[in-house]
């Protein structure tokens, strides 16, 4: 993994297959889109195209943040060996907003569901007023290698808009990544 999550521009890297895609998923949903990816137990946002709407969620290019309150993170657990994602679950959840889920039992009911759906919500869990979604990226051996998101205000995304079409973009924009990585 840290061939790809390496970085810089070179066509075989992670972020450069993904850049093009995050900005193409940024316009066609009108929120953030991001690529983060699960390192030492935290996700590692690596990458974020803007939004071109006036509200936007700050750039979380470079943060690294616990993986149980983000959709990235969630994605990412979700396809990781159950003895890793147990030794997460035996640490203390940190509580980031009342919404935070925090009872090891619903997480691990949280990543099943994750799994088997192939996508993760978060509403206002790790930030108040922040949503977001995610969906697995592939690398060329078929593994999870990554998670693409889209963040935005909770009031506006999802607010009273259908997910589906917010998934069906991200499931097309991994694919694309999962391509381009394929080629690469």
Do not use: C, K, N
Not at 33 to 59: I, M, N
């Amino acid at each position: 993994m840290g061939r790809l999550a390496a970085g810089g521009s070179a066509p075989g890297t992670l972020i450069a297959a993904a850049r093009p895609v995050l900005a193409e998923l940024a316009s066609a949903t009108g929120e953030t889109a991001g690529l983060a990816v699960l390192e030492e137990g935290s996700v590692h946002y690596l990458d974020q195209a803007e939004t071109p709407r006036p509200v936007a969620v700050r750039d979380w290019t470079g943060t690294r943040i616990a993986p149980f309150p983000v959709s990235s993170g969630r994605i990412l657990l979700a396809h990781r060996p159950a003895g890793e994602v147990e030794r997460l679950l035996g640490l203390p959840v940190e509580r980031h907003t009342e919404r935070t889920e925090t009872d090891p039992a619903t997480l691990r009911r949280i990543l099943a569901a994750v799994r088997r759906d192939g996508v993760a919500w978060t509403i206002d869990e790790y930030a108040e007023g922040i949503s977001s979604v995610a969906v697995p990226v592939a690398g060329p051996g078929g593994e999870v290698v990554a998670a693409l998101h889209v963040h935005g205000p909770s009031y506006r995304f999802p607010g009273d808009r259908p997910r589906a079409p917010f998934e069906a973009a991200l499931r097309d924009a991994a694919a694309r990544v999962a391509a381009r990585l394929r080629a690469g």
